[in-house]
């Protein structure tokens, strides 16, 4: 008799300890542990991914066998310790069977499932598949009684939520030592591509460099002997009537083929405009889309308000400047607002710098 108490106690506890073990495991699997799996064993971590994106029928088995083996190994064990036991000490022994289920079929396999997770997830995936074959009538009636009961609805906050999650992870990891600070930045700011508007990182108006299209090449380099940028807009009769880009590579190429006289007209490319209003991750795509790395933007009257580049949007990634040690003003941005508090105290406005056409002699 004492045997088969035992015996009924093991089995009770063992099948509670699995099933502990793989709810824990199953529930603090992670993205990054199943395509870490799926590059380790395709099959497997296919499989894993399947138990975790069927979460509700995944949980449903493993609670569902708990349960049975929970109930009939108590009617079991009740039953035996009735006939071993007088009644004085039936109390004793099912206060201890109480903290024996607590500690080996929930604290300890909870933790080991949640520590070994990546250790265990190959070995279980495949039992856990047979167990969830095994048990479909009964699952499918219990999510069908869930779904009845709780009904999903689409939450439109989902992709933000994440985006937050993984803002908050990336602070964490730069607090905890597994980041650095720039690193943390870098994933902060690429996730809030989509909420910066272009107009706050691109280079404005009043100091863009352009060109007016009737300009030769060598009248490009009388006026910067050392060109400054390696594209700038190229205008008909003035700023607001962008028509082109120039490269500072195919102006060098012209000069050094003695092809000074040709003008800016001949030599531009087409350029792309957007408004003002739209999202940096919005001016990334057309960059990428296009293959241009300068974006002319304009505002809501079309007039140009200033401009984008593969630089800017680098640099709002990285959070730090990019430059070069011979660059007169590192921030473009913050000298158009020094330029701007400059004339609120009384200096006269500037147009932006442009190289005109010269006079006709």
């Not at 009537?241 to 120039?246: A, C, F, K, L, S």
């Not at 079309?302 to 580049?309: D, F, I, K, P, R």
Request: proline letters at 4%.
């Amino acid at each position: 008799m004492i045997i088969q108490f035992v015996l009924a106690v093991s089995f009770t506890i063992g099948v509670s300890f699995v099933c502990s073990m793989l709810e824990a495991l199953i529930l603090s699997t992670t993205i990054a542990d199943i395509e870490s799996l799926k590059k380790r064993l395709p099959k497997k971590g296919e499989l894993l991914e399947r138990h975790k994106t069927d979460l509700s029928d995944t949980i449903s088995a493993i609670l569902t066998l708990n349960t049975i083996a929970n109930t009939a190994g108590s009617t079991i064990v009740g039953a035996l310790a009735a006939q071993i036991w007088s009644s004085a000490v039936l109390g004793w022994v099912t206060g201890l069977l109480t903290l024996s289920i607590l500690i080996f079929s929930e604290i300890i396999p909870k933790n080991l499932g949640v520590t070994y997770r990546v250790q265990l997830q190959p070995w279980v995936v495949s039992p856990l598949r047979w167990m969830k074959l095994a048990l479909w009538p009964a699952t499918s009636l219990t999510n069908f009684s869930v779904r009845f009961v709780v009904r999903e609805e689409q939450n439109s906050e989902d992709s933000s939520s994440n985006e937050e999650e993984i803002i908050l992870l990336a602070e964490k990891g730069a607090k905890d030592g597994t980041l650095t600070s720039s690193e943390s930045n870098m994933v902060t700011n690429a996730l809030k591509l989509d909420d910066e508007m272009v107009s706050t990182i691109m280079t404005p108006r009043v100091v863009v460099t352009a060109l007016d299209n009737e300009l030769t090449i060598g009248d490009v380099f009388r006026t910067f002997p050392n060109i400054p940028f390696a594209r700038m807009p190229v205008y008909n009769e003035d700023i607001d009537q962008i028509v082109g880009v120039v490269r500072r590579r195919d102006l060098l190429k012209y000069v050094a083929e003695d092809q000074d006289r040709v003008r800016l007209n001949e030599i531009k490319d087409e350029v792309h405009f957007i408004p003002e209003t739209v999202t940096v991750a919005a001016a990334l795509q057309t960059i990428l889309k296009t293959h241009q790395q300068l974006l002319v933007v304009v505002d809501e009257f079309g007039s140009m308000a200033g401009v984008v580049t593969m630089e800017d949007i680098m640099e709002y990634i990285l959070g730090r400047e990019i430059f070069e040690k011979d660059d007169v003003a590192i921030d473009m941005r913050e000298f158009a607002r020094s330029e701007a508090k400059g004339k609120k105290e009384g200096a006269e406005p500037e147009e932006p710098k442009q190289a005109e056409k010269p006079d006709s002699a």
